[in-house]
């Protein structure tokens, strides 16, 4: 039986911390569960980092669908949170609710949305569905990009208490849990403390109740932003990279394949073909 939402919430003062790492295709989600990762977030940093967009603006609901079936067909353990993607959700509740159905109907455990007080009623609908719901406040890729690009939130008096008051109002409206993006460590520690529902943070220190990285930025595999938050455990573009150079030098140099990678016939079959050839 894999994770459940109750079994996350129950992590917040544990003692435990709750690990979260987004997860897109079929092969990394099976090695990432496997890890024993608690939460695996499809999230649509997917139209970065496998569609190669500029941002997650154009990311549609079709293209989330399609990662979260894949993620939940490798899963066995892990709790599956899918992304619900820029314009899904904001334009009425009616979108925002059959939106989280396609994404459970794809294989999601819950969903997350970006947003602070605005977003409560929608949440609220949403989590009376039945459809667990993660928050995502501080820096929101859809939105904030579009108007201040890449900055810590949270860094005066009126932006913070902004923040302690949107968690506040997300924990009301319902959210299992909320993810804490590029927040001052200071803040994301009074909202850690504040809430009862576990905080999952992204360049937002270490008070949170749990962390999350894009995978991609993790291996290394992502070389057009290196965000100072990111901590990198392996340089996989250079290997791959290496990998690759190697099997196009073995394939020009007739070096690949060779007796250990190919299929014979039998001998006296082969023997029959060639007197039949030659005849
Ligand atoms: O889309 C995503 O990967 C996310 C994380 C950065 C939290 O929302």
Known sequence: MHKAVADIVSKKNSGKKISVITAYDYSMATLCDRAGIDILLVGDSA??????????????????????????????????????????????????????????KAGADAVKLEGGKPMAETIQAIVGTGIPVMGHIGLQPQTTMLSQGYKVQGKTVETALRLVDDAKALEEAGVFSITLEMVSSEVAKIITETVHVPTIGIGSGPSCDGQV?????????????????????????????????????????????????????????????????ES
């Open 47 to 104: 139209g970065m980092v496998m569609l190669g967009y500029e941002n997650t603006i154009p990311v549609t609901m079709a293209q989330m669908c399609l990662f979260t079936e894949a993620v939940s067909r490798a899963r066995q353990n892990s709790l599956i949170v899918a992304d619900l993607p820029f314009m899904s959700y904001q334009a009425s509740i009616t979108d925002a609710i059959s939106n989280s159905g396609r994404l459970v």
């Open 213 to 277: 990285l894009v995978i991609h930025d993790m291996l290394g595999m992502y070389d057009k932003l290196k965000p100072k938050f990111v901590k990198r455990y392996l340089s996989l573009s250079k290997d791959i990279q290496n990998a690759l150079e190697s099997y196009k030098k073995d394939v020009e140099e007739g070096k690949f394949p060779t007796k250990e990678h190919l299929f014979s016939m039998e001998k006296t079959e082969f023997e029959k073909l060639r007197k039949e050839i």
